[in-house]
């Protein structure tokens, strides 16, 4: 691979402001991306994956270049030319910009430090404490290694508009290449990376990018020609929202809720896009629940969480994430759990899902939920733990419960 200093620049600064700043990785390759109208696909890529693999590997790429936060430009560089390195890829000669690195050692210093697991898959040492801790040294070593590989693309087909196969060929024809995925019926996961927002098959509503796991949560809210109203209410963006109404056949009514009203618009508009008519968006508000009160056949929570299930896609979060923040969340948990499992009408069923791996977050906020005064007309029917190393997709957890 031949290295472009434009390139290169942009990874860098990229990276200054993921790590100075403390701003969102997608959020900043994206602004990077858009800097030189010139780049094509694969300079795009090049930034987009490389500043991502760095964002990864901070703690030990830091650790070989024998730098520290907070980074300068010449610190990152060192950082860039252990990637580099690692990988084979000869650092060509721009003057000092590869200045006094390390070269020679980068190789020993990776060999060494990888005997330790914290530095190994780059983690915070609270972390790795944390892992061990919930999950065991043999599981969270397997699952940690897997949480470091890079996300496939997946896609879920809007099956009111379009058969998986029928997708598969229409994405063939804008030169995208996809294979289904056996235990998920209506994914498809692309082959090679590509751009697949700029695809006329996207425009036009007949796909959605959603992670495998992420695809088993409205399946296993039981979904039939009895559910007549289910109730989001953490929906966000919708991924899961235009999933369920995409699940009753744009029939009966979907109400997705959420405190942030940026998201509910941008929902609204996948909707459009999707053509599904049976959404309706509210914000959260006390009045709002109040007249939902027992009236829903379906109620999901997609709760706030550690995200530690989908690092593969937001590895900055890892560096971002508190021990003070883990504790407040388990307690919105619990307290959501307790507020919105009101909204379920007897016979009804509440789903309480997230994007984390950790006990703490998942079974064990059911079992204190079920012990709690509101959780005596519960029963629990179901719950499925997804972990990325066994599922080959983001961690997740799911919980069914029934109404008594």
Not at 172 to 200: G, H, M
Not at 240 to 260: C, E, F, P, R, S
Not at 301 to 306: E, G
Not at 349 to 354: C, D, M, W
Request: with cysteine; hydrophobic share 40%.
């Amino acid at each position: 691979m031949k290295l472009h200093r434009n390139l290169v620049d942009a990874v860098i600064e990229g990276l200054l402001l993921i790590f100075n700043n403390e701003q969102q990785a997608d959020k900043i390759v994206e602004k990077q991306l858009k800097k030189d109208k010139r780049w094509g696909a694969r300079d795009r890529a090049f930034i987009a994956e490389t500043t991502y693999e760095i964002v990864r590997w901070k703690r030990l790429y830091a650790e070989i270049a024998e730098v520290n936060a907070p980074f300068t430009v010449h610190n990152l560089r060192r950082m860039f030319a252990v990637w580099a390195t690692l990988r084979g890829i000869n650092l060509p000669e721009w003057g000092n910009y590869f200045e006094n690195t390390p070269q020679r050692r980068i190789k020993g210093r990776y060999d060494e430090l990888s005997k330790v697991r914290k530095l190994r898959e780059s983690v915070p040492d609270w972390l790795d404490e944390l892992g061990v801790s919930e999950l065991g040294e043999t599981l969270w070593t397997k699952e940690l290694a897997a949480l470091n590989t890079m996300a496939p693309v997946v896609l879920r087909a809007n099956t009111l508009k379009i058969s998986v196969p029928h997708l598969k060929t229409y994405l063939q024809a804008e030169k995208i290449e996809s294979y289904p995925l056996q235990q998920y019926p209506e994914a498809l996961q692309l082959v090679e990376r590509a751009n697949v927002f700029s695809t006329t098959a996207f425009n036009n509503g007949l796909f959605e990018v959603q992670d495998a796991s992420s695809q088993k949560v409205a399946p296993f809210m039981q979904i039939d020609d009895s559910v007549k109203r289910v109730i989001d209410c953490c929906a966000g963006a919708g991924g899961k929202t235009l999933h369920i109404a995409t699940l009753m056949k744009n029939k009966g009514q979907v109400i997705a809720m959420d405190i942030y009203d940026y998201k509910l618009q941008e929902l609204k508009r996948r909707a459009r896009r999707n053509e599904l008519f049976n959404i309706e968006t509210k914000l959260i508000e006390p009045r709002t629940l109040k007249r939902l009160e027992a009236s829903a056949d379906r109620v999901l929570i997609d709760a706030p969480c550690s995200g530690l299930g989908v690092l593969r896609r937001n590895p900055d979060s890892k560096w971002k994430l508190k021990p003070s923040f883990l504790d407040e969340i388990r307690t919105t948990q619990q307290e959501i759990l307790q507020q919105y499992s009101k909204l379920v009408k007897q016979g009804g069923k509440l789903i309480y899902a997230t994007c984390s791996i950790l006990p703490s977050e998942n079974k064990k906020q059911i079992e204190q939920f079920l012990l709690s005064e509101k959780g005596e007309d519960f029963q629990l029917e179901a719950e499925e733990v997804i972990l990325a190393h066994t599922s080959g997709y983001d961690g997740f957890y799911m919980a069914r419960l029934l109404k008594k």
